[in-house]
């Protein structure tokens, strides 16, 4: 028997899921055509450049005002089933220091505390370097108790964080809002600061399902 790769099917990974970012604006050539799958391939890569110490979204580059988000739509299937919620790229530090990653239940520019899921329990050192990182979460909802709840860990400079239960049990999730979910990235480099020193993370892949 002989195998034949098609082409898309070499850059397929466990890991992609059907769910990416949108655009975030209300009307753009870049939107997702009606009744084709939201995937991220409009929007990913995202790179953005950090030159300061605090914690700070990544934010959606056609659209600043927002965070660059993955939407979970209503009415797919996924109430009362364990999804996932996938992020992968690079961070590249300019100077000494450490860095956390916080995954986020919003589309909110600003930090809200009481949305985060999971953050990076130590800060990880990477100095002056340039390194891989992943987001992994494992998460179940419900309508009927209204609540989001599951697991996530991650991997940055090659140090493993271990999968912990989400810092905060979200309530009133309705499998009929739309978005029924929004997914977002915080990142603190506490070595960012201006020029050479600044912080870079380029987002490749960034999807949920």
Request: glycine content about 8%; hydrophobic content about 45%.
């Amino acid at each position: 028997m002989t195998l034949v790769w098609r082409e898309e099917e070499k850059i397929m990974s466990l890991s992609d899921r059907p769910y990416g970012p949108t655009t975030g604006a209300a009307n753009s050539a870049a939107q997702s055509a009606l009744n084709v799958q939201a995937g991220g391939a409009a929007v990913l890569p995202v790179s953005q450049t950090f030159v300061a110490a605090t914690e700070a979204k990544i934010l959606n580059p056609f659209n600043s005002a927002v965070a660059l988000a993955v939407p979970l739509p209503p009415d797919t299937g996924l109430e009362q089933t364990v999804f996932d919620v996938f992020i992968s790229g690079y961070i590249k530090t300019g100077a000494s220091g450490t860095i956390v990653l916080g995954l986020y239940a919003d589309a909110l520019a600003a930090v809200t505390a009481g949305n985060l899921l999971h953050k990076t329990a130590s800060a990880v050192t990477q100095n002056s370097a340039t390194a891989p990182f992943f987001i992994h979460a494992t998460l179940i909802y419900d309508s009927m108790s209204g609540k989001l709840t599951g697991k996530a860990g991650e991997m940055i400079n090659n140090v493993i964080d271990p999968e912990i239960a989400v810092s905060n049990v979200l309530t009133g999730i309705s499998n009929l809002a739309n978005p029924v979910l929004n997914f977002s990235l915080s990142v603190t480099s506490s070595g960012a600061a201006a020029g050479a020193a600044a912080t870079v993370i380029n987002i490749q892949k960034f999807n949920a399902g």
